[in-house]
T-cell receptor, first 114, second 113 residues
Framework: DTAVSQTPKYLVTQMGNDKSIKCEQN?????MYWYKQDSKKFLKIMFS???????INETVPNRFSPKSPDKAHLNLHINSLELGDSAVYFC?????????????FGPGTRLTVL | GNSVTQMEGPVTLSEEAFLTINCTYT??????LFWYVQYPGEGLQLLLK?????DKGSNKGFEATYRKETTSFHLEKGSVQVSDSAVYFC????????????FGTGTKLQVIP
């Protein structure tokens, strides 16, 4: 009965590689998000999609490319990985972008770039 | 722009102590305010929220009141338990259009028996 799931949970890779993280939600929500959490627990929004349309695109290197094939999925592809990309990446969803709606978070993907 | 400031941690308390984690915000209009909790190795989950001034959010013994006059949303609990040990995030979402959620830097709480 997982609400927001991410795969993989752990990802260890070499600098320069390309990797993807997948996210799926079964809550019927319209809006999905990607966040990056650094080692100090600081949480930063990267992208948000509403009904498969990109609505928030923060200042993120263009090596990061989100893709939403349908409302239930939001994947994150990262090209040419760098050491500074090491972090925990969280996917989240909400019913809509409305200000009162809570976000439901996935368990996170811990990315380590060597 | 919008911002959230919360007290730095870590906060270490003995079991059954009173907890306060301060949170103040800067935003235009009438934002919604949230407290999220992150247990070790997990994603964030909503603890409580308030969507208008003077609203009180409450859950699992935690509560926070939306104070527009002081732009604050302090988290309180009367008697903490070891199981409350986690990182607590204050957050806001502004009104109007597609607004992102702005999170505070998080406050780590450790409760010792």
């Amino acid at each position: 009965d997982t609400a927001v799931s991410q795969t993989p949970k752990y990802l260890v890779t070499q600098m320069g590689n390309d990797k993807s993280i997948k996210c799926e939600q079964n809550l019927g929500h319209d809006t999905m998000y990607w966040y990056k959490q650094d080692s100090k627990k600081f949480l930063k929004i990267m992208f948000s999609y509403n009904n498969k349309e990109l609505i928030i695109n923060e200042t993120v290197p263009n090596r990061f490319s989100p893709k939403s094939p349908d409302k239930a999925h939001l994947n994150l592809h990262i090209n040419s990985l760098e050491l500074g990309d090491s972090a925990v990446y969280f996917c989240a969803s909400s019913q809509s972008p409305d200000r009162g709606n809570e976000q439901f978070f996935g368990p996170g993907t811990r990315l380590t770039v060597l | 722009g919008n911002s959230v400031t919360q007290m730095e941690g870590p906060v270490t308390l003995s079991e059954e102590a009173f907890l306060t984690i301060n949170c103040t915000y800067t935003a235009t209009g009438y934002p919604s305010l949230f407290w999220y909790v992150q247990y070790p190795g997990e994603g964030l989950q909503l603890l409580l929220k308030a969507t208008k001034a003077d609203d009180k959010g409450s859950n699992k013994g935690f509560e926070a009141t939306y104070r527009k006059e002081t732009t604050s949303f302090h988290l309180e609990k009367g008697s903490v338990q070891v199981s409350d040990s986690a990182v607590y995030f204050c957050a806001l979402r502004a009104s109007g259009g597609y607004q992102k959620v702005t999170f505070g830097t998080g406050t780590k709480l450790q409760v010792i028996p």
